[in-house]
């Protein structure tokens, strides 16, 4: 059947090869829905002034908590910021905490861009941020801000601190999606996202590492638990189909997610909570570092055109992400 549209539609393999892009795009990651909670709640925990701030751009910070899923595939150098196989740098790594300096002399670099690099990232863009707060820079603290939201968000994911990534070394195929993505979506109506108030982080080096180091520990459980189902599961309970977008899926089933859940113990509900209550506490700490600048001097931020448009694509997709 390809061959012949292939031979019927000379631009068949490029159409098949971009909808495979949007597939990936699609499945990495919390996924939309779960970035965009992260990043809108994040702002109810910040302290005044910066709330304020914050709520005046709410839909912008919660829309471009996606972005860097977006330019994953497309930006050169972008997927290694998403993830860290710790299997490569050994868990030595987490106790070592080496900074990116410290990290070249022990790792080639290509080695670590092949093998990710979420932590020395996360931490290089809060300095960015710092600097953007310094300089009243509106467009760029707020894009910063979204950025930083979601790669705390991937920080808590147990499946990036490991190459198993999508349980495709231990014939668990759709793990990643089905943990990040179904559940929360499914279940994440009964979550509480109250986390208290932001605080002050003395040294965010440590925190991301401490970060990466509680998703590292969960990896272990959340293999073993969903292998444990698979085995106690008839096979054609464990997944069923949806209508998604006009199109029929086939996704893990309600029953089998809401076991997946259940034995989880709550863990993606922690998950998140904490990626919410470090989100809010790595943006003002920031601001902090920055010198607490009154925020009422800072200019309103002028969009293009193009960023406008793409902010109302990423509206659009509210609730695109891998289910499957």
């Known amino acids: 059947m390809e061959n012949f549209l292939a031979m019927s539609y000379p631009y068949f393999w490029w159409i098949k090869a971009l909808f495979m892009s949007i597939i990936l795009i699609l499945c990495t990651s919390w996924g939309f829905f779960a970035h965009k909670e992260i990043n809108k709640m994040a702002v109810f925990s910040l302290p005044q002034p910066l709330m304020s701030f914050y709520k005046v751009h709410l839909e912008y910070i919660t829309e471009q908590a996606v972005n860097p899923d977006k330019r994953r595939y497309a930006v050169k150098g972008e997927a290694p910021k998403h993830y860290m196989d710790i299997e490569y740098y050994t868990d030595s790594v987490l106790v070592m905490q080496p900074n990116w300096k410290e990290a070249a002399i022990l790792y080639p670099e290509d080695s670590m861009q092949a093998h990710g690099i979420l932590p020395w990232n996360l931490i290089r863009m809060s300095y960015y941020l710092t600097d953007a707060f310094k300089a009243k820079d509106v ?40 943990w990040e993505s179904r559940l929360p979506e499914l279940f994440s109506k009964n979550y509480s996202y109250y986390v208290g108030r932001a605080r002050y982080i003395p040294n965010i080096n ?73 989100t809010a506490n790595m943006w003002y700490t920031c601001w902090m570092n920055a010198g607490k600048p009154d925020l009422t001097t800072f200019p309103e931020p002028i969009f293009t055109k193009e960023e406008l448009e793409e902010l109302a694509q990423l509206k659009s997709s509210a609730h695109e992400g891998c289910v499957h």
């Open 206 to 278: 440590a925190e991301v590492w401490s970060a990466l180091t509680a998703s590292r520990a969960c990896v272990d459980s959340v293999l073993r638990i969903e292998k444990g189902l698979q085995q106690s599961f008839k096979e054609d309970k464990i997944f069923s189909y949806e209508d998604r977008n006009g199109q029929t899926m086939r996704v893990y089933s309600y029953e089998f997610s809401k076991a997946y859940h259940t034995d989880l113990n709550d863990m993606v509900q922690r998950r998140m909570r904490s990626a919410i209550q470090m």
């Open 139 to 178: 467009k760029a603290i707020l894009k910063l801000s979204a950025d930083i939201g979601h790669y705390i968000g991937d920080l808590h994911v147990p499946l990036h601190a490991t190459k198993n990534y999508n349980g495709q070394l231990t014939d668990q195929h759709g793990i990643h999606g089905l």
